[in-house]
Every structure is written in structure tokens, then in C-alpha cells.
């Protein structure tokens, strides 16, 4: 089992950034796949980005080239960065960790709300 606690989030007018990070209860192990998810209100969760230990990263199409995922290792975080923020992109963000067996564990949720 793994613990996830996230941090970041907020209001934000369009155009803007925001950072958000989780962190981890104990290493990221190989075989670990590292997410985050959104859900707006009346949608179903959505991924936003996925990535590795090793690095290789996913991305939903809209929100390539905006947004980007980052791992550290020894600080067993993964951070999303969030640039040219848009309305649609207001959700709340949950921080995943999928495992060797394909268990799904989550974060509390962090409140993304981007004004127009």
C-alpha cells in the first residue's frame, strides 16, 4: 500500500500557472505507474498525465504541451506543472499510484479553479 498526499492547487485566472506535487509514503517502486486525474463536476475522472520511475511519460491530448509531469525519486514526488491554464481545466486533481498488481490508490484531491 501506498499513502499519497498532494499539496498545490488554488484559484488562478486564465493564462496562468500552477504547481501541483504528491508525495508518496514510500518509494516508487519500477513497476509503479504515477498519475494525476481530474474530475469536474458532472464528469467522470479523467488522466491527466502518467509517468514512471524510469521516466516515461503520458499525456491526455488536451493538455499536451501545457502541462507537464516530473518525477524525483529520492524524494519519492511526482509535481505537475501547470501552464496557460484554462477554465475547462478547473477539476479537482487527484494524485494516483497504480501498482505492480493494477491496485489504484489515492490522493485526498487538491481544488483546481481557473477563472475567466
Known amino acids: 500500500q501506498v499513502q499519497l498526499v498532494e499539496s498545490g492547487g488554488g484559484l488562478v485566472h486564465t493564462g496562468g500557472s500552477l504547481r501541483l506535487s504528491c508525495k508518496a509514503s514510500r518509494s516508487i517502486f519500477s513497476s509503479d505507474v504515477m498519475g494525476w486525474y481530474r474530475q469536474a463536476p458532472g464528469k467522470q475522472r479523467e488522466l491527466v498525465a502518467s509517468?514512471?520511475?524510469?521516466?516515461?511519460?503520458n499525456y491526455a491530448d488536451s493538455v499536451k504541451g501545457r502541462f507537464t509531469i516530473s518525477i524525483d525519486n529520492a524524494k519519492n514526488t511526482v509535481t505537475l506543472q501547470m501552464n496557460s491554464l484554462k477554465p475547462e481545466d478547473t477539476a479537482v486533481y487527484y494524485c494516483?499510484?497504480?501498482?505492480?498488481?493494477?491496485?489504484?490508490?489515492w490522493g485526498q484531491g487538491t481544488q483546481v479553479t481557473v477563472s475567466s
Open positions: 509517468i514512471t520511475r524510469a521516466g516515461t511519460k
Open positions: 494516483n499510484n497504480r501498482d505492480y498488481w493494477g491496485s489504484d490508490y
